[in-house]
């Protein structure tokens, strides 16, 4: 398994931000339909587990919403490692997006 680490800076505070990253999850359960599928999410407090497949990957992962950042990481499976550059770079830029 390949690691996926992704971490992103906001000035929200930590209520805002959770609150924000919980409705991305639920918006890209619609919005990528096509692209992934069974996304799950389970949270306790400002931590959150998260899994789906895409692309014919099972990914599976955490989200940690602090104060002034939110950490994304998670487990790649072998096959994706070439696709890990992309995916850190697509959750960077839609965090970053979400929580400007």
Excluded: C, Q, Y
């Excluded at 209520?15 to 389970?42: I, N, P, Q, W, Y």
């Excluded at 490692?81 to 830029?93: A, H, L, S, V, Y």
């Amino acid at each position: 398994m390949a690691n996926l680490e992704v971490t992103v800076a906001h000035r929200l505070g930590e209520a805002e931000a959770a609150s924000r990253v919980r409705r991305l999850l639920g918006e890209m359960k619609t919005r990528h339909a096509d692209r992934f599928t069974d996304l799950r999410e389970e949270w306790d407090g400002n931590t959150g587990r998260f899994s789906a497949r895409a692309m014919n990957f099972n990914l599976a992962g955490t989200l940690a919403v602090g104060p002034d950042r939110v950490d994304v990481r998670g487990d790649l499976p072998f096959a994706a490692r070439p696709f890990k550059g992309r995916i850190e770079t697509m959750i960077r830029e839609e965090l970053g997006r979400l929580l400007a």
